[in-house]
């Protein structure tokens, strides 16, 4: 076990972690909205499979990550007529997405398997200059790696340091107090659902454009469940999800290096971990006033008659 | 268009409200077949050839009604594992781990006591089975009955765990020699025995009885009353005696039991082995079928042979026209699109 695989670890953790605290910052905003949303496993499939389509196409990854990022936004759109406009229950819509962008993604894919591209290309952590070229290669991140943290600090500043973010938390509260205090629950919880559907379309499309770099059917593998679990671990916050991400990803790097020093444990179990942990949040959290969930999360605002 | 014209025939024409219901239910179908139509032939392929395939392959043979019902059976029991709670205002989202867990269960039985006769390890599996089941619905119901945390977000997490757990007993400890993602083949008499000729397995009984105790239970038992007083008003219900929490406990691992149950009848009846990732969803489908009928028992087993029918007809599309498979579940979310966008079926209120 030496330096550079750890090393090697790391980034590969931070590889894979990238895509997963995109998806869960987008499911945050839905959340602080009041609004489950789990059909995030379709969305991010819709959204990865129409990225790596127009990367294909045009042969620019940027493009791709763009497209990415409006397929996003346009399956959310869908989750938001059904819920807030038609009032439907939002786990059974969300559901209803998720079979959605199986099938849809699938369709747009299907001309694309094995096809493949021009990945996002990586630049080198400034100041890495001085350290030999195999350990800098390690840290060679795209552009959306370099924006994450970033991201998850926009996020927080827009729900806890501005008007719009005051507004979005008092709908995930209590809708009809929002409402009646003059805001606009129904526009609030489309502009979540549009943001939250723009961030997963940037996490899909670092999984398919930057990170696997080509396109399998449910090559997504559960993301968007491991995104709303993740977001359960971080209590609804932005920058907490960041650890959360960490250690969800951090699963697959703890396995490379127990099997480096020759312990040997169940791959399966220590994927498990980051879901008891996560339990254990929830446990100790639980009854406790301090970071609760949104008090009307998952609830559908009627509207007033 | 089709909504605006449906909205003029609620005024104008005055129908018995069944025969509306099903008009609605009809027209909505129609809409979404409508609209798969459409992508078909976008994509390049006959709709009206799918579709005659689709029905004729289906409905046409009484091979292919029998294979409707074997994709029938699981959904069936899922849907119920979800409608039970569902009486008492409880969220079962975990029923795919709950599948998960049964199945494992089932299939330690049928390893175990590999020598038995059938009668006597069928039975040891369909219990083990439930067991694994209400297991794995255990920590969400206690957490929920001492108001510590909603059986929701608990329920949706442990999906995510259950799959593992196979993987983890699978690779590790029961993998054939050849394949190490299955356990070798079940000996005769740990397979749930199917009818004659076809792959139909007693599951589709198991699950038509219960559903038909469910009915029962809710229409003429004790329990069934009280689980309604919960339904409408569990502090009322509370108050007036009726003990919530056991009742929180015993009907969610229920409902865990039967999703387990319906692993045991995967892993037995359908696959005869058990292998990692096998469920398509079928504990998530469960889920949209009850709650798009509203836990009704007769609407949850025609609910199931309609989504059954659409996915077996996705089969024969694959081979005869060559498309992927899983796009058949766009046909599939579009059916669900249309009815879950009715606000008179989804009891919202119109803003």
């Not at chain 1, 379709?42 to 397929?71: C, D, H, R």
């Not at chain 1, 060679?140 to 998850?152: M, Q, S």
């Not at chain 2, 079940?186 to 000729?197: I, K, M, N, S, W």
Request: aromatic content about 10%.
């Amino acid at each position: 076990m030496n330096l550079l695989s750890l090393l090697g670890i790391l980034s590969s953790a931070i590889y894979s972690g990238t895509s997963l605290l995109y998806t869960a910052l987008g499911e945050v905003i839905h959340e602080r909205a009041g609004m489950v949303n789990l059909g995030l496993e379709g969305v991010l499939l819709v959204s990865a499979a129409s990225g790596f389509a127009i990367t294909v196409q045009s042969g620019n990854p940027y493009l791709g990550v763009l497209v990415s990022v409006i397929a996003g936004a346009l399956l959310n759109m869908v989750f938001g007529y059904l819920t807030v406009i038609r009032k439907a229950n939002q786990l059974a819509s969300g559901l209803a997405i998720m079979f959605f962008g199986f099938g849809l993604s699938a369709l747009i894919g299907n001309p694309y398997v094995g096809k493949s591209i021009h990945a996002l290309p990586r630049f080198e952590l400034p100041g890495l200059a001085h350290l030999p070229t195999l350990t800098a290669s390690l840290f060679r991140f795209d552009l959306l790696i370099f924006l994450v943290i970033p991201t998850a600090v926009i996020v927080w500043f827009l729900l806890f340091r501005t008007r719009w973010g005051l507004g979005l938390r008092a709908v995930g509260e209590n809708a009809n107090i929002a409402y009646a205090s003059g805001r606009n629950p129904l526009l609030i919880q489309f502009q979540a659902l549009l943001v939250g559907g723009m961030l997963a379309g940037l996490g899909a499309a670092h999984i398919a454009i930057a990170y696997a770099m080509n396109w399998t059917e449910y090559m997504t593998g559960g993301r968007g469940f491991i995104a709303v679990a993740l977001v359960i671990f971080s209590r609804w916050h932005p920058i907490r999800a960041i650890v959360g991400a960490l250690l969800f990803s951090a699963s697959v790097a703890v396995q490379l290096v127990l099997q480096n020093s020759g312990i040997n444990i169940s791959p399966f179990l220590l994927d498990c971990f980051p879901y008891i942990i996560t339990l254990l949040v929830l446990i100790a959290w639980g009854g406790t006033k301090k970071q609760q969930a949104p008090a009307s999360l998952g609830r559908v605002f009627q509207g007033t008659k | 268009m089709i909504k605006q014209n449906d909205t003029i025939k609620n005024k104008t024409i005055i129908l018995p409200g069944e025969v509306y219901t099903l008009l609605h239910y009809l027209t909505m179908v129609a809409l979404s077949f409508v609209l798969f139509g459409i992508i078909l032939f976008i994509i390049g392929k006959d709709p009206i050839q799918s579709y005659r395939d689709i029905f004729s392959s289906t409905l046409g043979s009484a091979y292919g009604l029998s294979e409707v019902i074997v994709s029938m059976t699981p959904i069936l029991l899922t849907g119920l594992a979800v409608a039970l709670p569902s009486r008492i205002m409880l969220i079962n989202v975990g029923a795919e781990g709950q599948l998960y867990i049964g199945a494992a269960f089932a299939t330690w039985g049928a390893l175990t006591f590999q020598n038995l006769p059938a009668w006597m390890l069928i039975p040891i599996m369909i219990v083990l089975g439930m067991l694994g089941g209400a297991l794995w619905a255990l920590l969400p119901a206690y957490l929920k009955s001492i108001g510590l945390v909603n059986e929701t977000i608990t329920s949706l997490l442990l999906n995510s765990v259950a799959p593992k757990i196979i993987g983890f007993l699978v690779f590790g400890f029961w993998h054939s020699a050849m394949e190490t993602n299955k356990t070798p083949r079940f000996v005769e008499a740990a397979r749930l025995p199917t009818f004659l000729g076809t792959r139909i397995s007693w599951g589709i009984v198991i699950g038509l009885v219960l559903l038909t105790a469910f009915w029962l239970l809710m229409q003429y038992s004790r329990w069934g009353l009280e689980m309604k007083a919960i339904g409408g008003n569990p502090q009322a219900a509370l108050r007036n005696g009726i003990p919530l929490k056991t009742y929180i406990l015993v009907v969610f691992c229920a409902g865990g039991a039967i999703a387990g149950l319906a692993g045991m009848v995967q892993a037995s009846g359908y696959y005869g082995l058990l292998l990692t990732n096998f469920s398509i969803g079928w504990g998530f489908m469960g889920f949209l079928i009850s709650w798009l009928v509203g836990g009704d028992p007769l609407g949850i087993i025609i609910m199931s042979f309609l989504v059954s029918l659409i996915f077996s007809g996705g089969n024969l599309l694959q081979i005869t026209s060559g498309v992927p498979y899983s796009i058949i579940n766009i046909l599939l979310a579009l059916t669900l699109f249309v009815v879950l966008a009715q606000p008179t079926l989804s009891r919202g209120k119109r803003t």
